[in-house]
């Protein structure tokens, strides 16, 4: 079957927002394949604590890359415990060098309360700017919606509550089912 026969798995909205000395991360539960809802609760965010250190990684495109992806950061964590930076640059190197690990296909945004990264198979790891990212098929209508929120007096829950819902209204492949989590700067 040629790639253009198979319909692929959409989905996925995840939403990063740091401010008042928090970050959350956001993501929806839809997992579609083509035209069909699959599964609606999926649970794409997820807390780690590797080393003794909380960490927060929301995770858009294929959930065993993703799961792949998540089990070598927090290997790379611990080796480097409390160096979310080295340790994201390290996954970023060897997802861009292995040649098993060059075919997943997911995105991850990855934060410790204080930094806030988006890493990518392209050996990428971005620090976004005005506080806001956001990975996915929504990811876009999410980030523009974050990002007009953050003058307001919203705190960074509300802010990337408000976002998704937004992002599940305009993306057939996002749903309103999220998980929610915060961390601490």
């Not at 927002?17 to 794409?44: C, F, M, P, W």
């Not at 858009?60 to 979310?84: H, N, V, W, Y």
Request: with cysteine.
């Amino acid at each position: 079957m040629a790639d253009t026969d198979f319909p692929g798995w959409h989905g996925t909205t995840i939403v990063g927002v740091r401010k008042g000395g928090e970050v959350v991360i956001a993501g929806d539960g839809q997992v579609s394949l083509g035209q069909t809802v699959i599964k609606g609760t999926a649970r794409k965010v997820r807390r780690i604590s590797p080393g003794g250190h909380d960490c927060l990684v929301g995770f858009a495109g294929s959930t065993a890359d993703a799961f792949t992806l998540l089990e070598r950061l927090e290997a790379k964590l611990e080796a480097t415990p409390g160096q979310l930076m080295r340790a994201c640059v390290e996954l970023a190197k060897d997802w861009r060098t292995d040649k098993y690990l060059q075919k997943l296909e997911a995105m991850l945004i990855v934060t410790d309360g204080k930094d806030l990264f988006v890493i990518t198979g392209a050996g990428d790891v971005l620090e976004p700017e005005h506080d806001v990212t956001a990975i996915g098929s929504g990811g876009n209508f999410a980030l523009a919606a974050a990002r007009a929120l953050m003058d307001t007096d919203m705190s960074a829950e509300d802010i990337a509550r408000k976002s998704m819902a937004i992002a599940s209204d305009i993306c057939v492949y996002t749903n309103g089912k999220l998980t929610v989590e915060t961390i601490k700067g």
